[in-house]
């Protein structure tokens, strides 16, 4: 990754209605990718800023945002800025993840302090984990999951809980995806990329 660019998994917890935040996200030209989760947050977004000062003022804006009633819409919001990208899927688009109904979509935090070797191995040669981000923050690592059976799931959970080094882990499921890689649904149901988002750079 260039390191003039600071990349980043953003958390967004929100209150009230979607619409205003998902409307306001999808049309940010720092949002890459924008993932509406279950869990103890709403939304999980790919995205990537030119300096520090710049995500500050870009986190100041998003808590700035207020319903009608003068309300906050975003209640909670946490960065972790990416170290590295061990694994990331290639040729991947919005539709490939529109046709994905009969599947599962996971985004998994694991908190790993030390010893990554065996647990890089282990993901990496996993069919069924298609991103792989080392991340500061709570967390070591975020994975990207993607299965037709739960099953299989499950049994790589059952590896990782064999592995001594990992503390804690966390399953997200994906509920949706809103924008993927600069590309949105239109208004006929259709992914297209939005032409005023020039950055092409993206870790998910």
């Known amino acids: 990754m260039p390191e003039t660019i600071i990349h980043a998994l953003v958390l967004i917890q929100n209150w009230g209605e979607d619409g205003d935040i998902i409307s306001v996200l999808r049309k940010n030209k720092h949002v890459i990718s924008l993932f509406h989760i279950m869990g103890r947050h709403s939304y999980l977004i790919d995205a ?3 300096d520090k ?3 500050a003022g870009w986190i100041n804006r998003m808590k700035s945002i207020k319903h009608a009633s003068g309300a906050p819409v975003i209640i909670a919001i946490q960065t ?3 170290i590295d990208v ?14 994905m109904r009969e599947r599962f979509h996971f985004f998994v935090k694991i908190d790993n302090p030390h010893h990554d070797r065996g647990l890089l191995k282990l993901l990496s040669k996993s069919p069924i984990v298609h991103s792989i ?5 709570e967390n070591s690592f975020t994975i ?3 299965v037709d059976d739960y099953a299989k799931y499950r049994d790589l959970l059952s590896e990782m809980k064999k592995l001594e080094t990992i ?4 399953t997200q499921e994906v509920i949706s995806v809103i924008k993927y890689r600069n590309q ?4 006929s149901g259709r992914a297209v990329k939005r032409t005023d988002d020039i950055r092409e750079l993206y870790t998910l």
């Not at 981000?133 to 923050?137: A, I, K, T």
């Open 53 to 55: 000062a710049q995500l």
């Open 80 to 82: 972790q800025r990416i």
């Open 86 to 99: 061990y694994k990331k899927k290639e040729d991947f688009t919005l539709t490939d993840y529109m046709n």
């Open 133 to 137: 981000l080392h991340v500061q923050g």
């Open 48 to 50: 990537n800023f030119d």
């Open 184 to 187: 949105v649904v239109d208004e």
């Open 144 to 146: 990207e999951v993607i």
């Open 167 to 170: 503390h804690h882990i966390e």
